[in-house]
């Protein structure tokens, strides 16, 4: 049994007006590195010990801007981590998400040293009215020397883009792209753009002052980004996710197989199953970072956790494994969960299957490639 660790590090330099994560614009000399880094630390001492049985597959910092941290403090929770566990796989994966205004070649050989093997690299746009719109700090220039100087230091670069914004033609998009590709990453995240209630860009919508892109421009985006990653050798290995064989990001691929990860940091959700009762227990700590800094190391720091039966985690394999290229496997889930997927779904999935939007491959649930752009219908059809 394998296990995650995600540590959450919840300061930007300032909010983008999209953004639903739980992060908070900080100056950068207002970030309290070490006492963030001793608060993760007591957060691990007091989880890790329930999983320590289990073998360490990866580790992942995401925020916020884990890369605005010292990654000294990151070497430090990188080997508590990696000390806490007896077991661990030979190829443990460990990534920073960065944003270009915190990565640079000297930050990218610190991190390497750390501990780190893979960035994965902020850039949502390299047009200047896009990246202002969507509140970002970093110009093109500065978006390419980032993936450029961090490509001479680590093994593994990622270049994550956003589309779907209003106004931009797939040609705009690949444009993007294309100097993306020449800085010679093997991975690309292309996330459609989302509202998000909440979030400034959220209020906007509502107000009906934002404009937002159409169903078909998203469709015409998606079909030409597969089209050009596709000639350059990265496959579409998940629905937003593409690399070249053997460069996917092992993290989310232990999450959409419904892998346990603990996380810590603030905000951070965690979720853990049971082997013998099949439940699992979801659970988030403290978001806001003052209180958490306070609380952290004890029950308190823990603000909302729910327990997942068997039949909630098989709805959850479906909503995850189907978006993967390799789909779902009925064995692996019925050994998680004690239960049958396609029991109570027969009807939905002989509909499916009967249009070519199901496939059922031996032990495997999956949906076409082709039939992604139809994902959540599919997905709603057998919940
Ligand atoms: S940099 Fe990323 S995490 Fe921070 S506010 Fe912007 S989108 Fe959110």
């Known amino acids: 049994m394998s296990v995650s660790v995600y540590v959450h590090f919840p300061y930007c330099l300032r909010k983008c007006p999209y953004c639903d994560f739980n992060s908070y614009g900080t100056g950068r000399e207002d970030v309290p590195h070490e006492a963030y880094g001793d608060a993760v630390l007591r957060e691990l001492a007091w989880r890790l010990p329930a999983v320590a049985d289990r073998t360490l597959a990866s580790i992942f910092f995401g925020g916020g801007t884990p890369s605005l941290w010292e990654p000294t403090q990151i070497g430090r929770v990188i080997d508590a981590i990696r000390s806490a566990f007896p077991s661990q796989r030979d190829d443990v994966e460990v990534t920073v998400e960065c944003n270009p205004t915190s990565l640079d070649r000297a930050r990218a050989a610190a991190l390497r040293e750390a501990g780190v093997g893979r960035v994965s690299v902020g850039v949502q746009s390299l047009d200047a009215e896009r990246l202002a719109w969507l509140g970002r700090l970093h110009d093109a220039e500065g978006a390419l ?139 988030r700590s403290e978001p806001l970072p003052s209180r958490y800094l306070e609380t952290s190391g004890g029950d308190a720091v823990t603000t909302w956790r729910e327990t997942l039966s068997p ?73």
């Open 145 to 283: 020397r980032a993936l450029r100087e961090a490509s001479l230091e680590m093994p593994r670069v990622s270049g994550d883009l956003m589309f779907g914004m209003p106004g931009q033609a797939p040609s705009a998009f690949l444009a993007d792209l294309e100097r993306v590709l020449e800085t010679g990453v093997r991975h690309v995240s292309a996330y459609a753009l989302t509202i998000e209630p909440g979030t400034q860009f959220g209020e906007l919508h509502k107000k009906g002052r934002l404009p937002i892109a159409t169903d078909d421009a998203y469709a015409d985006t998606f079909l030409a980004i597969e089209e050009r990653l596709g000639r350059a050798g990265l496959q579409h290995y998940e629905v937003s996710n593409y690399a070249r064989p053997g460069e996917e990001a092992r993290h989310n691929e232990h999450y959409w197989r419904g892998g346990a990860y603990v996380g810590v940091g603030a905000g951070a959700v965690g979720c853990v199953d049971d082997r013998a009762s099949k439940v699992s227990e979801r659970w």
């Open 311 to 383: 039949a909630d985690r098989v709805r959850e394999a479906l909503m995850l494994g189907l978006r993967t290229r390799s789909g779902v496997s009925m064995t692996e889930v019925q050994e998680r969960t004690g239960l049958d997927l396609r029991e109570g779904r027969e009807r939905a999935i002989e509909r499916r299957t009967s249009r070519g939007e199901l496939v059922i491959d031996g032990d495997v649930l999956r949906v076409p490639h082709a039939k992604w752009l139809s994902l959540d219908a599919i997905v709603t059809d057998l919940f």
